[in-house]
């Protein structure tokens, strides 16, 4: 399933990426972003929702090796998505725009694991959808803002800063199941 749904949102950036969304701005009215801008939301809150199953309480305490697997899944879909929208985005606007909708990808792909670890991975598309209001409305000038990692120049040191800490999230967040946290509270240290 999401393989199909990788494919689709493939389909749907190569056919409709140029297609504007018109959005409200805090500086200058409404703007065009284009919808391409947006979609690597999309793949990561995918990658990230594919981790909800009809046992996510059981799997949630499961051993390790179940969680090694939950990870790798993480990792592949995160990965196979990042190779499409870098291939998409770099066949269209060049090596630059594919670089920087690769970045937004993996800062998406944090805020996505962070949606999830809150409220479940079935929800992990809540946060990222929750962003793209205040980098819209006041983000969109003729500069990019320091934090709008959607729109940033490839180089752009806070932007990259970013994408490290949400890598550094998604690592945590893969760590942090709760028998690990368990094992870890003071509580159970001092348990016999």
């Known amino acids: 399933m999401l393989a199909l749904s990788l494919l689709a949102l493939a389909v749907m950036e190569a056919m409709w990426g140029s297609i504007g969304l018109v ?18 939301l999309a793949y990561a809150a995918l990658a990230v929702s594919s981790l909800h199953g ?48 690769v970045r937004a990808l993996v800062v998406w792909l944090g805020i996505a694991v962070l949606s999830g670890l809150c409220m479940g991975w079935a929800l992990g598309w809540v ?9 819209s409305y006041f983000g969109s000038s003729a500069d990019p803002q320091w934090w709008d990692w959607s729109r940033g120049a ?14 550094l999230l998604v690592v945590v967040g893969l760590l942090s199941t709760p028998w690990r ?10 348990a016999v």
Do not use: K, W, Y
Not at 57 to 74: C, D, I, N, P, Y
Not at 181 to 190: A, D, F, M, V, W
């Open 23 to 40: 959005l409200p701005t805090a500086r200058t009215g409404d703007v065009d972003v284009p919808f391409r801008r947006e979609l690597p």
């Open 54 to 101: 009809p046992m996510e309480g059981l799997e949630a305490v499961a051993a390790g090796s179940l969680q090694q697997m939950r990870a790798l899944h993480l990792i592949t879909a995160a990965v196979l998505s990042g190779v499409v929208v870098g291939v998409l985005e770099g066949r269209h606007g060049g090596v630059a725009v594919g670089v920087v909708a």
């Open 127 to 135: 946060l990222p959808l929750a962003t793209v209001f205040p980098l």
């Open 154 to 167: 490839p180089g752009d040191t806070a932007a990259n800063l970013m994408a490290v800490a949400a890598v």
């Open 181 to 190: 946290r368990r094992r870890r509270s003071p509580r159970r240290r001092g």
